[in-house]
């Protein structure tokens, strides 16, 4: 009899057991809570941290966050840090969550955090964070194109320049707080919106997209060449420009390639001094006339550019056709070049009426607003 009691005792036992098992596994309502958070896109390793930490409702009260999924799915989660996880943006860094977490403990806000992680990268933000807390961070990095590698250039910058931070980023981000033609960045393709200047730099090999030769009547000869789509923007400017002036524009210069470059750069060196042709000649790779986007232009009128009827109308409409203006008097110490009238690169009509309403250099436009 007794044999048989325990093993009544040992069923009954084994029997709670599996019904606990059974609503453990089977309860509706943690698999409802489940669904609920699958169908907001949050994954099972989340999932499992969201009920652990009691933070379903809250969850289920704002739309799927891929940094909060992230965050919650890491072994680095610190529920203490969660308010400020779900008001940060995700990046794709690999420590994300520890990144988090060390930004926190030194004092660093959510706005801070943001505009720090933003322009990381894994090797960026792994040096940053060797640094002590910094209150003014932001007042740098708060920009769509500040860069966090550039951080310390930035501050050492303002050092020596008493000016808006905004164009601190953006000169040094251009290149500006290092002597032209060093570390320099290789353009390889070629497109509209490319920037070629002393720190951006083309290969010995680059030759532009559909290269043609610009016919006499809108040359000073028959040896001049560029883009195809520039060279109909031009045509169709200095035809507008005859009919309002009353004579035409003509490419004095276009594309060249690399050695001609250097052939000029040597004739302007052999001839004038190397200040001269340092301020007035790109080095060859350095010049936007090897893109086949550009043209020194001559009016019809006058062997002079400047003040001419058609230089004053090209100022005002050159953008309506897709030509900027480049080489200002008043930017040198951006553009690297002196003032040069008569340049103007084409970089299609949409982005000349942009960069004619920004008031930038097209260097400062770029690293503003396209570089990638």
């Excluded at 009954?12 to 699958?38: R, T």
């Excluded at 951006?200 to 789509?229: G, H, I, M, R, W």
């Amino acid at each position: 009899m007794k044999k048989k009691k325990l093993n009544k005792k040992v069923v009954i036992i084994l029997s709670i057991i599996l019904v606990i098992i059974l609503i453990e596994v089977i309860n509706p309502i943690k698999l409802y809570n489940k669904y609920q958070l699958k169908e907001l896109g949050y994954q099972d390793n989340s999932i499992t941290t969201i009920l652990k930490n009691g933070l379903k409702k809250d969850i289920l009260e704002n739309k799927y966050s891929k940094s909060l999924d992230t965050v919650l799915a890491s072994t680095d989660f610190n529920k203490d840090n969660y308010e400020t996880y779900k008001k940060i943006n995700y990046y794709n860094l690999k420590d994300y969550t520890k990144d988090i977490n060390e930004l926190i403990k030194k004092g660093y806000n959510k706005d801070d955090i943001e505009n720090i992680l933003k322009s990381a990268t894994d090797d960026s933000i792994k040096e940053f964070l060797k640094k002590d807390y910094d209150k003014n961070v932001s007042s740098y990095l708060e920009y769509d194109y500040s860069i966090l590698a550039n951080y310390d250039r930035y501050l050492e910058y303002n050092k020596e320049n008493a000016i808006e931070k905004d164009k601190i980023v953006t000169y040094v981000n251009i290149g500006l707080d290092k002597d032209f033609y060093t570390d320099t960045n290789k353009v390889e393709d070629f497109s509209f919106d490319m920037l070629v200047n002393k720190y951006n730099e083309l290969d010995a090999s680059f030759v532009p997209d559909d290269l043609v030769s610009v016919p006499e009547e809108y040359a000073v000869d028959d040896k001049q060449k560029a883009n195809k789509t520039m060279l109909e923007a031009f045509k169709r400017m200095s035809d507008d420009c005859k009919n309002a002036v009353g004579s035409k524009i003509v490419i004095r210069s276009g594309y060249r390639d690399y050695q001609t470059q250097q052939e000029t750069y040597d004739l302007y060196l052999n001839t004038y001094g190397k200040n001269y042709a340092e301020n007035y000649v790109a080095h060859a790779g350095f010049s936007e006339h090897q893109t086949g986007l550009a043209a020194d232009i001559k009016a019809e009128s006058s062997e002079t550019f400047e003040g001419t009827p058609e230089s004053k109308w090209l100022k005002e409409n050159a953008y309506k056709y897709g030509f900027i203006f480049r080489y200002a008097k008043e930017t040198v110490n951006i553009t690297g070049i002196r003032y040069e009238s008569w340049h103007y690169r084409y970089v299609g009509e949409e982005l000349a009426s942009k960069v004619h309403e920004s008031g930038l250099t097209y260097d400062e436009y770029y690293i503003r607003n396209l570089n990638k």
